[in-house]
């Protein structure tokens, strides 16, 4: 099984920074592209920014200039640096990655995998 476990989410004032991380484990054989996803209250889940194996990234242009997505391969931790944070970012954000798994029976099979999510709330 392959398991995605974020962190660091939080209470923030406006104006401040938090830093997501999120760690694949388990039988992980390769990661292809990780993104991070948002939900806001009474919102629908949207695309925050993605990062291919090469590090090209992809912002939504409500995030641009505000958040660096980046990515350790050697940790298989996809990371999100948030800065000036206004009360509109305040979601549960998710982590998300395409996956390769190599299965018990020494098999690869191709895994979309999400996290459980992450909390931030960004006060006025």
């Known amino acids: 099984q392959v398991q995605l476990l974020e962190s660091g989410g939080g209470l923030v004032q406006a104006g401040g920074s938090l830093r997501l991380s999120c760690a694949a484990s388990g039988s992980v054989y390769s990661i292809n592209t990780m993104a991070w996803y948002r939900q806001g209250p009474g919102k629908q889940r949207e695309l925050v920014a993605t990062?291919?194996?090469?590090?090209?990234?992809n912002y939504a242009d409500s995030v641009k200039g505000r958040f660096t997505i980046s990515r350790d391969n050697v940790k298989n931790t996809v990371y999100l640096q948030m800065t000036n944070l206004k009360p509109e970012d305040t979601a549960v954000y998710y982590c998300n990655a395409d996956v390769t798994e190599a299965t018990m029976d020494f098999k690869l099979r191709a895994l979309d995998a999400w996290g459980q999510g992450t909390l931030v709330t960004v006060s006025s």
């Open positions: 990062i291919s194996p090469g590090s090209s990234t």
